[in-house]
């Protein structure tokens, strides 16, 4: 099973939101729908993740939250919040963490393969904490499936100990446990 880190892949969706944005604002106060359709310049154009520009296209009105019709860096960052706390959907996932790094490939095939199991509140997104519990919780049962004989449940822990009759004793017991 792929190395399950919620923090990585949700730190690269972040990246990646943010990296692509700053290159279509590309110096100007906010960013409009006719930047994102016609960037400035064609290095621009080519530099910009297709997936990305798609998603800004497509969730536009939720990110720009004033509804200004200018999606503004502090926008981005009540978003990029937004998206931390809340966790992202399915969709949010694949287009946000498309990555061309194969072991993010992996982590992300991973997820989304696993994602109804994932989102353990069945509320249509997965937060980092609930990627992380899954990890946690494939990692227990690779343990147990290595082996299968043993049963934590089942296990005993024996210590010595000394049972004294006189007071006298037991104050000696005492003193040396104790001190």
Do not use: W
Not at 39 to 65: C, G, L, W
Not at 79 to 99: A, D, F, I, P, R
Not at 125 to 142: C, G, L, P, V
């Amino acid at each position: 099973m792929a190395n399950l880190l919620g923090s990585s892949l949700f730190t690269s969706a972040i990246t990646g939101l943010n990296s692509n944005y700053l290159l279509l604002l590309d110096g100007a106060q906010g960013l409009t729908m006719d930047k994102i359709l016609n960037p400035k310049d064609d290095a621009i154009r080519y530099s910009v993740d297709q997936t990305f520009r798609s998603y800004m296209m497509t969730n536009f009105n939720q990110i720009d939250m004033d509804g200004d019709g200018q999606i503004t860096t502090n926008d981005v960052n009540n978003y990029v919040t937004k998206l931390k706390t809340q966790g992202m959907t399915y969709q949010e996932l694949s287009q946000l963490c498309s990555s061309n790094s194969n072991t993010m490939s992996s982590l992300l095939d991973t997820v989304l393969s696993n994602f109804t199991e994932i989102d353990v509140n069945h509320d249509g997104r997965i937060t980092q904490s609930e990627i992380n519990a899954y990890r946690i919780n494939q990692d227990i049962k690779e343990v147990k499936d290595k082996f299968p004989k043993i049963d934590p449940n089942k296990m005993s822990m024996f210590y010595e100990t000394n049972v004294s009759d006189t007071k006298e004793t037991q104050n000696s017991d005492n003193e040396r446990v104790f001190n």
